[in-house]
């Protein structure tokens, strides 16, 4: 079993910054392909970011890209998103994810561990 926790949500103004952890207990981190994903209110869950187990491959949803940072410390257990330049459309619930298949976002009913997620909220 792995356990993934969120921290590092919170209330932000519009152009500014957070950085979310998602720190893993339990077997081995560097075994997972590590994911963020979003909720808003009243939408889908969608995919953000995920990152290789090495950490060396990225990849980001478009409405992200150059915003967001996804990395990983294999040694800490635990992964991160810095989200910079947010915007009030960015509000939502964060979750993180781990898998040992990089599954597409379409499946991710198949990934292994889900966080409880941490909320963001942008004020205009």
């Known amino acids: 079993q792995v356990q993934l926790v969120e921290s590092g949500g919170g209330l932000v103004q519009a152009g500014g910054s957070l950085r979310l952890s998602c720190t893993a207990s339990?077997?081995?981190?560097?075994?997972?392909?590590m994911k963020w994903f979003r909720r808003a209110p009243g939408k889908e869950r969608e995919f953000v970011a995920s990152i290789s187990k090495s950490g060396i491959n990225t990849y980001y949803a478009d409405f992200v890209k150059g915003r967001y940072t996804i990395s990983r410390d294999n040694a800490k257990n635990t992964v991160y998103l810095q989200m910079n330049s947010l915007k009030p459309e960015d509000t939502a619930v964060y979750y993180c994810a781990a898998t040992t298949v990089d599954y597409n976002p379409i499946e991710s009913y198949k990934y292994d561990y889900w966080g409880q997620g941490t909320q963001v909220t942008v004020s205009s």
């Open positions: 339990g077997r081995t981190f560097s075994w997972y392909i």
